[in-house]
């Protein structure tokens, strides 16, 4: 690492959302496989203070700020834009980096790699973007769930996470939900009309392709603003992803723009080649999102928490998971391995300890 660049020079930063759990487990991980950094981890907690697993002020591992109070009618990516939007205002060191509780990184000593590498690219802005299978997410730039930002390039105070209301009036999504809408209605007819518009919906993704990056979730003024900069550069690590299309709605992709494009055209954005979340995981976990950096596993999103009691998945399985996984990547830091896709082949003992 050069020099100039000193691990104090870190900041983390979380919202949570009664996620201490989570944040336990991440901070376990971080620290085991940081052992040169000094870390420095600020958390909003935006959990209301008679919510269960809440971080406190007394904890002495992070710095916890009283989040923001939801009031009726705030969504929770508003709730949660507000607490990043207040960390924003507390950083003070060169590099920040926003952290999901529940997004895991895994590579050894990935603090000093981070730091070192974007100063070595040039880079304002570094992490993981939305999988592309969030067709409707905006591409090609680094989300709130793992970025970086180098502040002696951006004045990160100016910064407005919030996402963008809806508003139905707008007329582009008023014309696509009234065509949506028409489509589901014909699509849902048992005569030859709706079988067809099926058969073709199907091939072509008629439907989908109109939603693609209209959202305008968490960060969507920063991407915005800087994806396509040519001074303000940035990087993303590569999702892994497998789609599983028909070859006609391939070919489609292949003749349309990317803007109309079911899977994005830009090289590296995503790989086929990952093995470290089903050589973990089981198949019942299919929300889980897997990333990479450089050829080898960078991190991995657990999606669909909390989200998952409605898919009768018990949250203690999913810690238990967690836990095994992180326990195996401290093991092979501490044998100092540092080829993890080859280390971590053990699918089968590992989901024989879940039953």
């Not at 699509?187 to 919906?201: E, I, M, Q, T």
């Not at 494009?261 to 086929?272: A, E, F, I, Q, V």
């Not at 050829?295 to 998971?321: A, M, T, V, W």
Request: aromatic share 14%; hydrophobic share 35%.
């Amino acid at each position: 690492m050069n020099k100039d660049i000193s691990a104090s020079e870190f900041t983390i930063c979380s919202v949570s959302y009664g996620s201490k759990i989570l944040l336990d487990y991440n901070w376990r991980l971080t620290t085991e496989i940081n052992k040169d950094a000094d870390i420095n981890w600020l958390v909003a907690e935006n959990g209301h203070y008679k919510q269960e697993n809440i971080l406190t002020t007394d904890d002495k591992r992070f710095k916890v700020f009283e989040g923001i109070k939801k009031v009726h009618g705030m969504t929770s990516n508003y709730h949660h834009a507000l607490g990043m939007n207040r960390l924003s205002q507390k950083v003070k060191t060169r590099f920040v980096f926003f952290l999901d509780p529940d997004f895991y990184i895994i590579r050894k000593n990935w603090i000093n790699d981070i730091m070192q590498y974007m100063q070595s690219k040039g880079l304002t802005f570094f992490g993981a973007p939305w999988h592309p299978k969030h067709y409707n997410k905006l591409r090609y730039f680094p989300c709130v769930h793992c970025l970086c930002v180098d502040q002696s390039k951006v004045n990160l105070k100016l910064f407005d996470f919030c996402p963008k209301i809806s508003n139905i009036s707008n007329k582009k999504q008023k014309h696509r939900r009234i065509f949506s809408s028409w489509f589901n209605e014909l699509h849902s007819k048992n005569n030859a009309l709706g079988a067809f518009l099926a058969y073709v919906d199907h091939i072509f993704n008629i439907r989908y392709r109109s939603f693609i990056e209209q959202s305008n979730d968490t960060g969507y003024k920063i991407i915005k603003k800087y994806r396509y900069s040519n001074i303000f550069k940035n990087e993303c690590v590569a999702t892994v992803y497998n789609p599983k299309y028909n070859i006609l709605s391939k070919l489609v992709d292949q003749c349309l723009p990317d803007k109309l494009s079911m899977l994005p055209k830009r090289k590296g954005y995503y790989t086929k080649r990952g093995t470290f979340i089903e050589n973990y995981v089981s198949s019942e976990k299919p929300d889980w999102e897997e990333f990479v950096w450089e050829n080898s596993p960078f991190g991995f999103h657990i999606r669909g928490y909390p989200k998952l009691k409605r898919k009768e998945i018990k949250l203690n399985d999913c810690y238990k998971q967690i836990e095994i996984i992180i326990n195996s990547v401290i093991k092979n830091v501490t044998h100092k391995t540092h080829d993890l896709n080859t280390r971590y082949k053990q699918k089968n003992r590992i989901l024989k300890e879940l039953v």
